[in-house]
């Protein structure tokens, strides 16, 4: 049986979007755009929530600010689909069903709120309030990207996680560029992730293959230097003319990722990716089939050497990188399709609301009788039920509802009178 679907998707995070591809963006705003637009290339009705969006259409869609989604509290929907942050699971949406799309690589998942507050140093940063169990019994299915990521979900129930590859847009690498420099390196990601790495690796690169020179697309201060060639982020459809035109993907990455767009892009432009056999990485790539996966911690001097080893080893042989190329190139165009990845996620999602009646959140869903921590990387705070609740509400508020609709939460500290 066909239907037609009513899909919410809901992106959290403050993201602009752009009414044309000639914009850089995130990977979550670039993927949540690329699944509604297929979506509703499928005749679906597809609706995208953002904090900077404009009323309108957009590719197929229909795009909204996230204040206007109190509009839609009226009519039920078929699915409700939220990206990364989770607070609207509690808003009075009735939805068939509620879908929680995450790329966190933290044990347990995405929160409810992030709020800004000063950790034990004084130093100011992101703080998580309550994480994705608090509320597991709203959540009708959790998508994530990779089976080491799945694994980080406890203690969310591992039946209802899915797995589904992010997509590429595989209409910007069709054309493979036969004057590509297989001399040139790309580094292709947040700069965080491992760009000082490579950096630091680039003068022993070059000096064994002297030809060798470094392009890397990241947002990063500085100048060009010898043989390196700081770009900075540019739109993804000039960045896929850019990796069709080089010879390598150098990525040492240092943090756990749980897809990597940035290497499947690689792939779909031919080019082999030297790697670290960490998190989902050691997924997209197979080790000496489509790239090199080095092993070890990334800061240690052996990894160092493994990696520039195998960096050199690939500069030096152009047929060798070819192969492995190719071979990355026939997997991203099998696998990596936006349209094949829609056309999962539509089977999915019509098989999950399969005799549901759309609902509102249970009134008991969600309550709080403990003490209420936030959590960063490595920092744990504790807050008041006044400042938990003063968070939740303006969070609330940001979506159009008045915080006296938030019927789904009671709070209540033991360790407060």
Not at 131 to 142: C, G, H, Q, T
Not at 198 to 214: K, S, Y
């Amino acid at each position: 049986m066909s239907y037609t679907l009513r899909i919410l998707i809901n992106l959290g995070r403050s993201e602009r979007i752009f009414r044309t591809d000639e914009a850089a963006t995130t990977g979550t705003l670039a993927s949540a755009l690329d699944l509604g637009s297929e979506l509703a290339n499928r005749g679906h009705d597809v609706h995208l929530f953002s904090s900077n969006a404009e009323t309108g259409p957009f590719r197929g869609m229909h795009v909204h600010p996230r204040n206007h989604l109190a509009d839609f509290a009226e009519e039920p929907v078929d699915v409700f689909i939220l990206t990364p942050d989770l607070l609207p699971l509690l808003m009075p949406i009735r939805a068939r069903a509620r879908v929680v799309w995450t790329g966190s690589g933290y044990v347990g998942g995405d929160s409810l709120v992030r709020f800004r507050a000063q950790d034990s140093e004084g130093v100011v940063r992101w703080f998580h309030l309550f994480p994705v169990d608090a509320v597991a019994s709203l959540v009708d299915r959790m998508v994530v990207g990779s089976e080491w990521q799945r694994g980080r979900m406890h203690p969310f129930p591992s039946d209802r996680i899915r797995v589904r590859n992010l997509g590429v847009r595989l209409e910007w690498f069709r054309s493979l560029d036969p004057h590509r420099a297989s001399n040139r390196l790309v580094y292709a990601s947040s700069a965080r992730y491992g760009l000082d790495l490579l950096l630091g690796f680039v003068p022993e690169i070059t000096r064994r293959f002297p030809d060798a020179v470094l392009h890397a697309f990241a947002s990063v201060s500085g100048e060009s230097v010898d043989r390196v060639v700081l770009r900075g982020r540019i739109p993804r459809p000039q960045l896929a003319v850019e990796l069709l035109q080089s010879g390598l993907m150098a990525y040492p990455n240092m943090v756990s990722e749980t897809f990597s767009v940035a290497v499947a892009e690689a792939q779909a432009a031919g080019l082999p990716v030297v790697t670290s056999a960490r998190a989902a990485l050691a997924e997209r790539v197979r080790h000496g089939v489509d790239g090199i996966l080095i092993e070890g911690d990334p800061r240690s001097a052996e990894y160092g050497e493994r990696f520039i080893n195998a960096a050199v080893g690939l500069l030096e042989d152009p047929g060798a990188a070819r192969r492995l190329g190719k071979e990355g190139r026939d997997r991203a165009f099998d696998e990596y399709s936006w349209e094949r990845i829609a056309e999962e996620w539509e089977s999915d999602l019509i098989e999950l609301i399969d005799g549901r009646r759309a609902s509102l959140p249970a009134p008991d869903s969600f309550r709080v009788d403990k003490p209420i921590f936030a959590q960063t990387r490595g920092t744990t705070i504790e807050l008041s039920v006044r400042r938990a609740t003063t968070e939740v509400a303006a969070a609330w508020s940001a979506y159009g509802f008045d915080p006296r609709s938030m019927l789904a939460l009671t709070f209540r500290n033991p360790h407060e009178s």
